[in-house]
């Protein structure tokens, strides 16, 4: 329920050490072994340190730290009231202050680099927390933290043992437990105390609409996992809940919808910020022109492919536009939709063992399609991260939405850019394998260190390996599935423009839609989702993708320059993830030291 006025992609992740894989917790349903392995003496010690970050931090956001593997939390939620800010700043400043004392002491090369990483998340969420003071009125999607806080607890790869917690933390979020105020209350009161502060920016109009139509269909979608799961007892303190969220529902369109702003753009300052938490580090601006740069160029390689397609095809029109549009009239329904995606996948991984792209991991991945709640929540396909410290079998998943559910006349708004054939192969390589699934599943493979593992990860070098594995694999596609890998490929770099363009005023939310629905042929729900996304979800985020890849892409023409015929694709593959989450700079640097074993070259001008 935090505020993501200042698009924190990383919420305050927080987990185990690495040592407690050794923990006997029954398994659930779906879960593999995961056995016990001896870790590195470097990375034993590292985890100390990160054991000691946890310890000080973790009950200020006990749901996400639950989640990444913090035991004895699962009742835990959010802390809302009065003071809370300085609580967390104070405590964050001390655990800051400790880690420096204890980098001067440090002599191991790889020891320090973690408590490196240690000390720069701590100074990026202090530098976050101070800007969110100085220019917002404190506001939280009150039913979105309710949903999260309650749907981590009910799953199936959750151990039945702690899925009886959800009860708990709906009473805690009910203010029905002693000690509890109702979180809404306390979240109401908080931002109330906020509005007569002069000079303060309240939530956009279209972020604030957007919740509230949400919010029936997360409510609506508690019941269900209660009752899936056979739980008893939550009808009571849901129908209190319920009741105090359609009061904070009337709270936010009488008190805050009038006053809400209507101007997306974000003062310079906090905007830098974002793209600075998320790992990209070149003005906008620069960033912008590359893209742009990037854009052109891929157009013109969609326009070769299409034209394969549409003479394959028997299309008159082959523009890549028009071959687009005559792909997606090949939409999969209903029950074929999830059968079809684990097929996919199951090509995708004879392609990568055929190629030798990489090492598969040991486990299956996993692939479903979203509630209607879920789809609420987040309405383009997504990966769910296992949870990556403490894990005794939990696993990634690829969740597939399909509908932008809708309160408005007609219902729901069709996404028909996810469940055609041609597109199923690079989101199945995006967000499965080799894709992000495969990215954690190789990481709890491994065994990399706690600092790595959670407090390294940023959007760049996640979103980065995602859009490099749809590479990776795209020349193995047949054309039609090549040419949506370039499509989406396109979108990223659409993404890296339109982005900060609107934060710089050169473009308007009306013709980056019609942009997106023009030249990229999206939905109009995801054309929607999309400027959302760069307007009020996450600004600045959308342009990580591109940015990863870019320096991604760098790196490995580094490599090969530097090794020539001693290049080896998969095993560069392998050595990159198994370094966890590192930035693109210190991955940089262990690649050169521990793969090429060669000097460090001063790194040139980026590949525009």
Known sequence: MRSRTLALVVSLALALPAAALAQSTPRAKGQVQVKPRQLPAWVQQS???????????????????????????????????????????????AVLAELRTRLAAEQDLKVRQDLQILIEAQERELKAAALEQQYFVPYASVAQGVFNGVRVLLDEQVAPRRRQAALVRLRRYAGLEKGYAPIAELTMADTRAHLAKPGLLLPMKAELERHLENNAFLLDGLAPLFQKYGLQGYEEPLATLKKQLLDYDTFVRTEL????????????????????ELGV??????????????????????QQVAAQVARAR????????????????EQLVGEAILPHYQS????????????????????PARIRLASEAESARSSGPYMVPPRLLGNTGEQGEFVLPLNLPSTAPGGAKKLDDFTFAAASWTLTAHEARPGHELQFARMLENGVSD???????????AEGWGLYAERITLPFLPPEGKLISLQHRLMRAARAFCDPELQLGRTTPEQVKQLLMT?????????????????????????????????????????????????DAQRFHDFVLAQGLLPPDLLRQAVFADFVRGPLPTRGAMAK
């Open 451 to 461: 600092a790595r593992a959670i407090f390294a990860f940023n959007s760049t070098n």
């Open 281 to 302: 580090d070149v003005p906008p601006a620069e960033l912008a022109a590359m893209a742009r740069k990037a854009f052109g160029e891929l157009q013109a390689e969609m």
């Open 47 to 93: 985890n100390v340190h990160t054991k000691y970050v946890l310890d000080a931090l973790s009950k200020f956001d006990p749901e996400d730290s639950a989640r990444a593997g913090v035991e004895g939390l699962d009742e835990a939620i959010l802390d809302r009231t009065p003071g809370y800010r300085d609580r967390v700043r104070q405590a964050r400043e």
């Open 344 to 363: 996919r996948l199951k090509q995708l991984e004879a392609i990568i063992r055929r190629e030798r792209l990489l090492t598969l991991p040991k486990s």
């Open 314 to 329: 028997g299309w008159k029109d082959a523009d890549y536009r028009a071959v687009i549009r005559e792909l997606k009239k």
């Open 257 to 276: 919808l009038p006053r809400a702003r209507t101007d997306f753009q974000l003062p310079p300052e906090v905007y830098a910020h974002n793209l600075v």
């Open 519 to 567: 030249d990229l042929v999206l939905s109009e729900a995801m054309a929607t989702l999309e400027v959302e996304r760069y307007t009020f979800r996450l600004p600045g985020q959308a342009t990580s993708y591109f940015y990863g890849f870019t320096r991604l892409n760098e790196l490995r023409a580094e490599v090969e320059q530097a090794m020539g015929k001693r290049f």
